[in-house]
């Protein structure tokens, strides 16, 4: 079954420091994955998406990830964080399927804060 | 091009009452999908509608259901509330629901039963 793992459930990191959130995925054939942001009290915004081909893609706010389907992987980068940026980040794999459409399998979030 | 809407914002039931979430998806879109959030559970899919019809449905009791409208819009429905249906409900909406296609996902509804 499709699995997705975000292995960090609270980071901390400094106002313009760089940033690097882990996401494990489980999934047979070529993953669709994606990258969502949830500010407190607020649904979920769309950082970026993998289909195929350029394994590194760039997303909104500065953030972009990279796909390495040897380790199974997404993780999601900004070179340089602003306290704005702090929120729980969601990796997503589409389920995949005729019979698992509309879908999304989300890991457990992992909650960033950015220290001034 | 407007968002995703969902009413209402927040709702409070007590154990036993039932209740109606609304979901209105971006123009154009005929997928939605509804998923419950929780801080145990985190984000579960609940089901998702398509054309007026539930194409997939996750691993939910009975009484939560749905449906959705000539107009793509959708409501979820629950009965017979118990305390541990207390979560922010959201719904996203995407074309035509594949695994490639994006979602979108709306504000989302905080349910608390009491």
């Known amino acids: 079954a499709q699995s997705v793992t975000q292995p960090d459930i609270h980071i901390t990191v400094s106002e313009g420091a760089s940033l690097e959130l882990r996401c494990n995925y489980s999934?047979?054939?070529?993953?669709?994955l994606f990258w969502y942001v949830q500010s407190p009290g607020q649904g979920l915004q769309l950082l970026l998406k993998?289909?195929?081909?350029?394994?590194l893609v760039q997303g909104i706010k500065g953030f972009e990830a990279e796909f390495k389907r040897s380790q199974s992987s997404f993780n999601l980068r900004k070179p340089s964080v602003h306290w704005s940026d702090a929120a729980e980040y969601f990796c997503?794999?589409?389920?995949?399927?005729?019979?698992?459409?509309?879908?999304?399998?989300f890991g457990q979030g992992t909650t960033l804060q950015v220290k001034p | 091009k407007a968002g995703v809407t969902q009413t209402p914002r927040y709702l409070i039931k007590t154990r036993g009452q039932q209740v109606t979430l609304s979901c209105s998806p971006i123009?154009?879109?005929?997928?939605v999908s509804w998923y419950q959030q929780t801080p145990g559970q985190g984000l579960q899919f609940l089901f998702e509608?398509?054309?007026?019809?539930?194409?997939n449905k996750g691993n939910f009791p009975g009484r939560f259901s749905g449906r959705q409208f000539s107009n793509s819009r959708s409501e979820m429905n629950v009965s017979t509330l118990e305390l541990g249906d207390s979560a922010l409900y959201l719904c996203?909406?995407?074309?035509?629901?594949?695994?490639?296609?994006?979602?979108?996902f709306g504000p989302g509804t905080r349910l608390t039963v009491l």
């Open positions: 997503a794999v589409g389920a995949g399927g005729s019979s698992n459409t509309g879908k999304l399998i």
């Open positions: 123009s154009g879109h005929r997928s």
């Open positions: 509608y398509f054309s007026e019809t539930q194409r």
């Open positions: 996203a909406s995407s074309s035509f629901g594949d695994s490639y296609n994006e979602q979108f």
């Open positions: 993998y289909f195929s081909g350029d394994t």
């Open positions: 999934y047979g054939a070529t993953p669709y």
